[in-house]
């Protein structure tokens, strides 16, 4: 049996750290092409350009076109060989996290990321999600080649709107979940071999630190603050849960997150307020103990997760409906597979129902 474990080459995570990028740049590098959303380039330009002020690397910016497209991949590439770039900053949320990280895999070059948000786990990973150019679901890119340097400045990130915080507790609240399903049964994970020791443990420990400091984490970003609560569930939200889950592996709370994507109204909401219910699904499947079933209720109820269908703007669902999502999230190649049993579509409804009765019941009950 192999057992393996992803890292990226080096995790950074400061106050106004981004003023400080050129340091993680030299050594990789003396040309650097940044890629961030328009927005951001205007907001965070002058402090980048500040911190290469004394350096002989070249930097060349270019606005990230807003889908993570095999297009848009392909047009960053250009400029690559166009500026001779060694060196690929990705800078912003996940989808031109994910570009960078595609760029550099097919170029061949270093790449560090610098989240803006911490609502995914996507910026420590080798994984990158294509989406088509209107926005939907394409395939998944395994480039088994995590970042070079993850580089988090957490006063961008106490800045940014809470919501995104707490959907990256979402995220993170299904890694120890779908961790200990994978662990349980010996499944493989992405990093080329099963479980570690050390990945199982940074599963735990991201799940300890949402229950500790989740709450006073939210609080510090709804008043723009940087605070060691809210250090900790950003180093859970990134960190943590991208070598969690890359490490040990994901089962049923991300294959409901996809069965869903199958519902036009389902786009509203994140990524990780999406897999923070597929974690309720997923205690329910798995038949687990009601006092564990609470404890994630509990928390999800304190941040403002969504534990109900109605809380995720599925009041109207019909049976038809949460029939097409079961059988999207029991497609063959699907993670809910990772569980012990065989998993069939009408399982699934029959926990998704039960899991949105648990929430209603929970919210009456307080």
């Not at 599925?314 to 699907?334: G, S, Y």
């Amino acid at each position: 049996m192999v057992q393996a474990i992803a890292f990226p080459g080096k995790y950074v995570q400061g106050s106004k750290e981004l003023s400080r990028i050129s340091k993680y740049v030299a050594p990789l590098g003396k040309s650097v092409l940044i890629i961030a959303s328009q927005g951001r380039l205007a907001e965070l330009k002058e402090v980048i350009n500040d911190s290469f002020k004394e350096t002989d690397i070249a930097i060349n910016y270019e606005a990230f076109g807003g889908e993570c497209s095999k297009q848009e991949v392909g047009r960053i590439r250009e400029l690559v060989k166009t500026h001779q770039s060694s060196v690929v900053v990705g800078l912003g949320g996940g989808k031109a996290i994910d570009t960078a990280k595609a760029v550099a895999y097919y170029e061949k070059i270093p790449v560090i990321i610098v989240p803006t948000v911490a609502s995914t786990d996507a910026p420590t990973s080798s994984v990158v999600i294509y989406y088509k150019e209107d926005g939907t679901f394409h395939e998944a890119l395994l480039t088994k080649r995590n970042p070079n340097v993850v580089l988090v400045d957490t006063h961008i990130i106490a800045n940014s709107p809470a919501r995104l915080l707490v959907a990256g507790m979402g995220d993170a609240l299904a890694t120890f979940f779908e961790a200990r399903t994978c662990v349980e049964n010996y499944r493989r994970n992405l990093a080329g071999g099963t479980f570690t020791l050390a990945s199982y443990e940074l599963a735990k420990l991201c799940y300890r630190i949402l229950l500790e400091s989740g709450v006073a984490a939210k609080l510090a970003v709804q008043n723009k603050v940087v605070t060691k609560a809210l250090d900790n569930v950003i180093e859970a939200n990134t960190l943590l849960s991208g070598v969690g889950f890359e490490s040990n592996g994901v089962s049923a709370a991300h294959s409901i997150y996809n069965g869903f994507m199958v519902m036009p109204d389902a786009h509203d909401m994140y990524h990780g307020e999406w897999v923070a219910f597929g974690t309720l699904v997923l205690l329910i499947l798995e038949n687990r103990p009601r006092q564990e079933i609470e404890e994630v209720l509990g928390f999800c109820a304190s941040v403002g997760l969504p534990i109900t269908l109605s809380d995720l703007g599925m009041t109207n669902i019909t049976h038809e409906q949460l029939l097409k999502v079961a059988q999207a999230a029991t497609a063959p190649k699907e993670s809910i597979h990772n569980v012990a049993f065989p998993v069939t579509a009408e399982d699934v409804v029959a926990a998704i129902v039960v899991a949105d009765a648990t929430g209603k019941n929970y919210k009456e009950k307080i």
